[in-house]
């Protein structure tokens, strides 16, 4: 058996993955709360990949986490095999807010990084971007999927029970998944349109695009959290709701807590999916091998 420590990518240098973080602007209602409890510095929201993943995995990104809220963004991206932007609590559907300037030039680095041609993969707030960069476009949640069942764009946090597409089964950012899993989803817009030239890889019961593909390069995941176990979302939800800055109303501590305590267990193949980004997508070699995990459906 191998130690998760000896694990290799053959083909992918140490320090070639750039990570870019936008959990939160110093503006954002809660960005002392994430900073402090859910998202600390250094390695902010990659921790919780590293941790998902394996330490193992650590070394394959640049030493230094970009802040893309606040860092300027690297404009010589010939260093880098891929790119990886990460979630955010920040809207990202004009409709909602006016954007911020940084919001602005993360759209524009996104759409710089499709243009190189170099792997991207975004998950929340970097699929938005991406989405947003290929001329795509947010809705908000559909009513009855949120913490308001009777309000559309209500908060979604739950373990979303996911359906690949036939695409989705032949694409290899689901190498060793099945055809049905559970994935963490925390988002109040969704996909429900996709910009030109992109397909469906998964789609949920009540939401579709999920997981969506641009070319042989570009993978989104608007809203999917695979990297947050839930363990992380339940220590998680007493800060938040603790701080009465979560959502733009007030919120019922009581009825948040029993969401989150109904969050299934992440499923054991969530670890493969940037690990497979890294091996199928950045590598110039074949991938490693990882075992495939048997995985039900979340109810």
């Not at 807010?97 to 792997?119: N, T």
């Not at 493969?272 to 590598?283: K, P, Q, S």
Request: hydrophobic letters at 40%.
């Amino acid at each position: 058996m191998t130690d998760d420590n000896d694990i290799t990518i053959p083909g992918l240098p140490d320090r070639s993955i750039l990570f870019v973080s936008v959990v939160t602007h110093a503006s954002h209602p809660l960005h002392g709360v994430a900073r402090q409890h859910l998202y600390p510095a250094p390695d902010l929201d990659l921790a919780h990949y590293t941790k998902c993943i394996g330490p193992w995995v650590r070394r394959y990104f640049v030493e230094h986490v970009i802040d893309g809220t606040t860092d300027p963004l690297p404009q010589d991206l010939s260093r880098y095999r891929g790119v990886v932007i990460g979630c955010t609590l920040h809207y990202f559907n004009p409709a909602r807010a006016p954007f911020a300037p940084w919001q602005d030039d993360l759209i524009k680095f996104a759409r710089k990084v499709i243009d190189e041609r170099l792997p991207f993969f975004g998950c929340c707030g970097g699929a938005y971007a991406g989405h947003l960069a290929l001329g795509g476009s947010l809705a908000p949640n559909v009513k009855g999927s949120g913490i308001d069942p009777t309000a559309e764009g209500s908060l979604v946090i739950r373990t979303t029970p996911i359906t690949l597409t036939e695409a989705g089964r032949a694409d290899p950012l689901f190498r060793n998944f099945p055809p049905q899993f559970g994935m963490h989803g925390i988002h109040s817009d969704h996909v429900a349109q996709l910009a030109p030239g992109c397909c469906a890889l998964a789609h949920s019961d009540d939401m579709p695009n999920q997981v969506i593909a641009y070319g042989e390069r570009v993978r989104l995941l608007p809203g999917m959290h695979p990297e947050l176990s839930d363990e992380f979302v339940r220590r998680g939800a007493a800060p938040l709701v603790n701080s009465g800055k979560f959502g733009t109303n007030p919120t019922n501590s009581e009825g948040m807590f029993a969401l989150v305590a109904r969050i299934s267990p992440t499923p054991h193949a969530n670890k493969h999916l940037l690990a497979n980004f890294l091996t199928e997508f950045c590598a110039a070699k074949s991938p490693v091998s990882f075992q495939s995990a048997s995985v039900e459906v979340a109810s």
